[in-house]
């Protein structure tokens, strides 16, 4: 039986994002997150309501090996949605939502959630909202699901170099990008319509306005640099782990191979004697090979350091073009 396809999209009604919106605001500065309930109608998953979860710094530290699927969580999961049927809202799991700063939401904790979700319900997704993004730039509500050749490789429970190659992973394909859509109700939209009407027509003035002449950097712009710099850190960190144990194997298969070439002249000398030569491989008794580090900090490091990279080439045309317009006008 061929498996039923994911939707293709994420329709959230608006009452949900301004929710969610409203509690990042409030939990500022940490990164809220909630539960997300609704129905999956065809190829399209219709996000109807959602509910906070219970703030605790340790949530949502991605050093700390607390997650949202704790038992507290889930019992407090089960009881608001139970609270919810009895007033005939849609109480089914579709995905939480996490609230977010920089665009800073590819670690352990987010993606063993999302893991966990979608193993339940592989049609769930996880909302992110960018609160700094949208303060300082536009407005940012994406919506993220696991690909499928992450999900394989996270079944086997080992990210290895040689799973990654055979599953073709790299950090580009952790998580899958799927279109959202916000819907108005129609008297949602009837209110709105109204209320543009009733704007009284001003008289058209020439206001003078010098916000296009202001050259500072861009203060998202310059978070997310540093935030780059930090990821960096714990890149290098990573990699000098990898690096170690690389160092690691080729002495111990330094050793085996030295081994080797002993074994091979006695057994030239037992062939000679007319004796049976020893084995060559088995040389497990007497040197341990060193476990490869798990690859998966690597891959989520790089994504995110990916992800810094894309906001930089979006936000860093505009103030590079007014800085290069500056230094013109400096030389001229």
Not at 154 to 159: A, D, I, N, P, V
Not at 300 to 320: H, M, N, P, R, W
Request: glycine share 4%.
């Amino acid at each position: 039986m061929d498996a039923k396809p994911l939707a293709t999209k994420v329709v959230v009604d608006s009452s949900v994002v301004l929710h969610i919106v409203k509690h990042a605001s409030e939990a500022a500065p940490y990164q809220a997150c909630g539960q997300l309930l609704g129905l999956d109608n065809q190829d399209i998953l219709e996000v109807t309501h959602g509910f906070n979860l219970p703030v605790s710094n340790s949530f949502y530290d991605s050093n700390d090996s607390a997650t949202l699927r704790t038992k507290a969580i889930n019992k407090y999961i089960g009881d608001m949605v139970e609270q919810l049927k009895e007033v005939k809202v849609d109480a089914n799991t579709v995905g939480f939502y996490q609230c977010t700063h920089l665009g800073k939401f590819i670690n352990h904790v987010v993606i063993d959630n999302l893991y966990a979700y979608q193993k339940e319900n592989p049609e769930a997704v996880v909302l992110v909202y960018d609160l700094s993004k949208t303060v300082y730039a536009s407005f940012s509500f994406k919506a993220y699901r696991l690909s499928p050749a992450f999900i394989a490789v996270k079944k086997s429970g080992k990210f290895s170099t040689k799973n990654l190659v055979e599953k073709e992973l790299s950090y580009h394909d952790i998580l899958e990008e799927v279109p959202v859509e916000i819907h108005n109700s129609h008297l949602v939209t009837l209110l709105l319509q109204n209320l543009s009407t009733q704007q009284p027509e001003s008289s058209f003035t020439l206001n003078s306005t010098f916000n296009s002449l202001d050259i500072t950097i861009d203060p998202y712009l310059e978070k997310t640099m540093e935030s780059i710099f930090d990821s960096i850190d714990d890149f290098h960190y990573d990699q000098g782990n990898y690096n170690y144990y690389q160092r690691q194997l080729a002495r111990e298969q330094s050793k085996i191979s030295q081994w080797q070439q002993k074994r091979k002249a006695e057994n030239h000398v037992r062939q000679q004697k007319g004796e049976a030569p020893l084995p060559l491989d088995n040389y497990g008794k007497l040197f341990k090979l060193p476990e490869e580090p798990s690859r998966l900090e690597n891959l989520l490091i790089s994504a995110q350091l990916d992800k810094y990279c894309t906001q930089i080439e979006e936000f860093g045309a505009t103030v590079s073009s007014k800085l290069f317009a500056t230094q013109k006008s400096l030389e001229a």
